[in-house]
T-cell receptor
Framework: ELKVEQNPLFLSMQEGKNYTIYCNYS?????LYWYRQDPGKSLESLFV?????AVKQEGRLMASLDTKARLSTLHITAAVHDLSATYFC????????????FGKGTLLTVNP | DAGITQSPRYKITETGRQVTLMCHQT?????MFWYRQDLGHGLRLIYY???????DKGEVPDGYVVSRSKTENFPLTLESATRSQTSVYFC??????????FGPGTRLTVT
């Protein structure tokens, strides 16, 4: 059974600081997703990582994937208040990797 | 409007009643999914469908039934609702199975 662990689950940080969210998973997969969810809203796709060593960046967020270590990171650079949200990683499994198993999410609060 | 929609957006029902949550997408995506989101659990896959008339169980299928007679629709039925099925339900669709696009969600309360 695929297990996906995110840490930390709660993150409070100051504007301008850097931090990293970690996503570990238990079985082989080369498909890793990061989503953002604002309170009461749906999920917004941030990144899809499809191969070992994949790195993607959008604004102040950068995601990477190490399939050998079964680890993905979401790095936040110079945080701003607008980044406050819950961030989920999800790992693809099944024959075509389209069955997603989600981590429990990281609630990020960026304080002025 | 094009996209993925869910109805109703909010539903309150009583224990033991049957309730159906609707999901409709206008992209003609082959893949469709139902998830539930509960505090402390993230999202968990209930059922998925790779094409019309093809469905399969996900992580937490007990108590739920799905059908997919048309590509664009993927209804989720709770045959006899229980309080443990109080949750937010998200439908998603995907054309290739890679990128999943999520609907706005249905907040279901079972009293």
């Amino acid at each position: 059974e695929l297990k996906v662990e995110q840490n930390p689950l709660f993150l409070s940080m100051q504007e301008g600081k850097n931090y990293t969210i970690y996503c570990n998973y238990s079985t082989t997969s080369d498909r890793l997703y990061w989503y953002r969810q604002d309170p009461g809203k749906s999920l917004e796709s941030l990144f899809v990582l499809l191969s070992n060593g994949a790195v993607k960046q959008e604004g102040r967020l950068m995601a990477s994937l190490d399939t050998k270590a079964r680890l993905s990171t979401l790095h936040i650079t110079a945080a701003v208040h607008d980044l406050s949200a819950t961030y989920f990683c999800a790992v693809g499994s099944g024959g075509s990797n389209y069955k997603l198993t989600f981590g429990k999410g990281t609630l990020l609060t960026v304080n002025p | 409007d094009a996209g993925i929609t869910q109805s109703p957006r909010y539903k309150i029902t009583e224990t033991g009643r049957q309730v159906t949550l609707m999901c409709h997408q206008t992209w003609s995506h082959s893949y469709m999914f139902w998830y539930r989101q509960d505090l402390g659990h993230g999202l968990r896959l209930i059922y998925y469908s790779a094409a019309a008339d093809i469905t399969d169980k996900g992580e937490v299928p007990d108590g739920y039934v799905v059908s997919r007679s048309k590509t664009e629709n993927f209804p989720l039925t709770l045959e006899s609702a229980t309080r443990s099925q109080t949750s937010v339900y998200f439908c998603a669709s995907s054309g290739t199975g890679v990128e999943q696009y999520f609907g706005p969600g249905t907040r279901l309360t079972v009293t």
